[in-house]
């Protein structure tokens, strides 16, 4: 079995900064994309960040220059840097992971959520 853990969330003021982990652990043969979902009370999930297993990335365009996706592929870790943080940030970020396991291929995966409370 395949399970995500994240890391990294809390309470932060207006302009500060929040490192989420995610780390993918379990019987794993390939780790395909990686990325970053958020859910804000009331709205629907979207995506936050992604990147593939070449590292190529994407952001939606609220996040665009402010949030940073990064992965270590030896650790099974994706990353979520996020500085200059709005209170419309404020959500449960969910991390999501494309994998290749024996006798599968392509299981989207998905972490617990890590609250993201930005107010001062």
């Known amino acids: 079995q395949v399970q995500l853990v994240e890391s990294g969330g809390g309470l932060v003021q207006p302009g500060g900064s929040l490192r989420l982990s995610c780390a993918a652990s379990g019987i794993i043969l390939r780790i395909n994309h990686m990325g970053w979902y958020r859910q804000a009370p009331g709205k629907e999930r979207e995506l936050v960040a992604r990147i593939t297993s070449a590292t190529s990335t994407n952001y939606a365009d609220s996040v665009k220059g402010r949030f940073t996706i990064s992965r270590d592929n030896a650790k099974n870790t994706v990353y979520l840097q996020m500085n200059s943080l709005k209170p419309e940030d404020t959500a449960v970020y969910y991390c999501?992971?494309?994998?290749?396991?024996?006798?599968?291929?392509?299981?989207?995966?998905w972490g617990q959520g890590t609250l993201v409370t930005v107010s001062s």
């Open positions: 999501n992971a494309n994998v290749d396991k024996w006798g599968a291929a392509n299981l989207e995966v």
